[in-house]
T-cell receptor, first 112, second 112 residues
Framework: NAGVTQTPKFQVLKTGQSMTLQCAQD?????MYWYRQDPGMGLRLIYY???????DKGEVPNGYNVSRLNKREFSLRLESAAPSQTSVYFC???????????FGAGTRLSVL | SQQGEEDPQALSIQEGENATMNCSYK?????LQWYRQNSGRGLVHLIL?????REKHSGRLRVTLDTSKKSSSLLITASRAADTASYFC????????????FGKGTKLSVIP
């Protein structure tokens, strides 16, 4: 009963490097989300996918791209990492918009 | 921008006492949700209250919603050390929106 699985759990990048954060859910949910969490800032939505084949920008999309590979998988890509992208990234899924969201354990990213 | 704002930012109580956290928001909502985050972990959904509901219970949790004041409270009764965590409110504006907006959270410490 895995729920939402994120990989990797930890990552250190140098400025300018690229990487992709992976997320997969096994609950047959339609909607998936990427958030970042910074100290004292709560969670901020980066991108979301209301359903397979669609993606939309959230509150803080600059510097990121996403791919909804299929119904299960939603990846987040940093093309050229910057120190300002040092954060904890959470993936979540829900049956549909406005519903309860189920979160992964997070990816802790440091950009040096 | 943050929709929900929790108050207080931090709360420290003795085991067995009740803990009350408040959330204020700015715009109309379809529902309001409360989540818990243990240190280093993802968020876990606790309870959802719809805009036409005034109070809801789940085990030791009691949530109230006052849409006229745009505020909600979360009461945890007979607290336990295991309740130590950060608590976040999240608002759903409805109208087909997929964007839950999270507050900055209340950090609760329950001292054994």
């Amino acid at each position: 009963n895995a729920g939402v699985t994120q990989t990797p759990k930890f990552q250190v990048l140098k400025t300018g490097q690229s990487m992709t954060l992976q997320c997969a859910q096994d609950m047959n949910h339609n909607s998936m989300y990427w958030y970042r969490q910074d100290p004292g800032m709560g969670l901020r939505l980066i991108y979301y996918s209301a359903s397979e084949g669609t993606t939309d920008k959230g509150e803080v999309p600059n510097g990121y791209n996403v791919s909804r590979l299929n119904k299960r998988e939603f990846s987040l890509r940093l093309e050229s990492a910057a120190p300002s992208q040092t954060s904890v990234y959470f993936c979540a899924s829900s049956p549909a918009g406005g519903n309860i969201q189920y979160f992964g354990a997070g990816t802790r990213l440091s950009v040096l | 921008s943050q929709q929900g704002e929790e108050d207080p930012q931090a709360l420290s109580i003795q085991e067995g006492e009740n803990a009350t956290m408040n959330c204020s928001y700015k715009t109309s909502i379809n529902n309001l949700q409360w989540y818990r985050q243990n240190s280093g972990r993802g968020l876990v959904h606790l309870i959802l209250i719809r805009s036409n509901e005034r109070e809801k219970h789940s085990g030791r949790l009691r949530v109230t919603l006052d849409t006229s004041k745009k505020s909600s409270s979360l009461l945890i009764t007979a607290s336990r050390a295991a309740d130590t965590a950060s608590y976040f409110c999240a608002t759903d504006p409805g109208a087909g929106s997929y964007q839950l907006t999270f507050g900055k959270g209340t950090k609760l410490s329950v001292i054994p």
